[in-house]
């Protein structure tokens, strides 16, 4: 969505409520769930009173709709979590790349050579496609829900032949992994003590993917900290991170925090992006020189 809108959208609510009795209306559950819907459906170019109709009725349709802006249509899974979803990356631009960023992405010179790690439904690699229409784009999704979707959204974009889907869960070893399927985005590899794993995936080593990419996307639901822990992360030659952290499995009490030091710690400059109540968010990391290619072996 246009930064324009956003602030439109925003203005009006902001002058809403102001008015006493509208303000009171607007803070009541089912009103304030109406109001980001109709928010986030100003993304759709087409079909955004069919997108409404849908979530407002309930319906469990899967649509490819086209985004204001973007040249790749997206799918929404209706009556899942993929309207919050749609609403990070689109409406409230959590991935809006930062100067500094798009700067050391330039220097690369040649197709971007990207890996989504937490592929869920493929808006992330719809966002970079946008503006990088040349990249080279490798997205691993663990949860076979999503891995059928995004293959789904990667046919619809023609992109198919410079964009491949790893169906395995993103780890620092090869194997399988005890996977909870939960709603969609919120799908993790199951922590410690965590019973109600419904699921085993593959899981693969990806800090070999890692080393020699230019923008690096990592959404993986807490599965992030042993990857950042790993001695290999530092030495990859990455040029750009764009970390989405959570507080599961953080090893310290702040996420923002660990990440943030995890980042630097690894000689990324750093800018943080949208942060949660819920203590998730974004931490964006660069380099001006990656560290060269060749990521020590991984631990015996």
Excluded at 253 to 270: F, H, K, Q, S, V
Aim: aromatic residues 6%.
């Amino acid at each position: 969505m246009p930064a324009a809108e956003g602030r439109a959208a925003s203005g009006l609510r902001a002058r809403l409520n102001a008015i006493g009795p509208v303000r009171a209306l607007l803070t009541r559950p089912a009103v304030e769930h109406v109001v980001a819907l109709v928010n986030r459906s100003s993304v759709i170019a087409r079909g955004r009173a069919r997108f409404l109709a849908r979530e407002l009725l309930g319906r469990r349709d899967e649509v490819l709709y086209p985004v204001r802006g973007f040249p790749h249509p997206v799918l929404v899974r209706h009556g899942s979590a993929d309207v919050v979803t749609l609403d990070d990356v689109f409406y409230s631009r959590d991935y809006d790349v930062p100067p500094p960023v798009e700067e050391v992405l330039a220097a690369a010179d040649r197709p971007l050579r990207v890996l989504d790690l937490g592929g869920n439904v493929g808006y992330f690699g719809a966002f970079v496609l946008a503006g990088y229409p040349d990249a080279e784009i490798t997205s691993v999704e663990a949860d076979p829900r999503n891995a059928r979707a995004l293959r789904r959204v990667v046919a619809a974009t023609g992109q198919g032949n410079r964009w491949k889907v790893i169906e395995a869960a993103a780890s620092t070893g090869e194997g399988t992994a005890r996977f909870v399927q939960a709603l969609y985005s919120t799908a993790h590899v199951a922590r410690a003590g965590e019973t109600s794993a419904t699921t085993e995936v593959p899981a693969i080593d990806v800090l070999p993917l890692l080393d020699g990419a230019d923008l690096v996307k990592i959404d993986i639901e807490g599965s992030e900290w042993p990857i950042l822990a790993d001695p290999r992360f530092p030495a990859a030659a990455i040029r750009a991170v764009a970390l989405e952290y959570h507080p599961e499995g953080c090893p310290e009490p702040d996420a923002r925090t660990a990440a943030e030091r995890i980042l630097r710690e690894a000689g990324y400059a750093t800018r943080p992006g949208g942060h949660h109540p819920a203590g998730m968010g974004v931490m964006w990391g660069w380099r001006s020189e990656p560290a060269p290619t060749g990521a020590p072996a991984p631990p015996r």
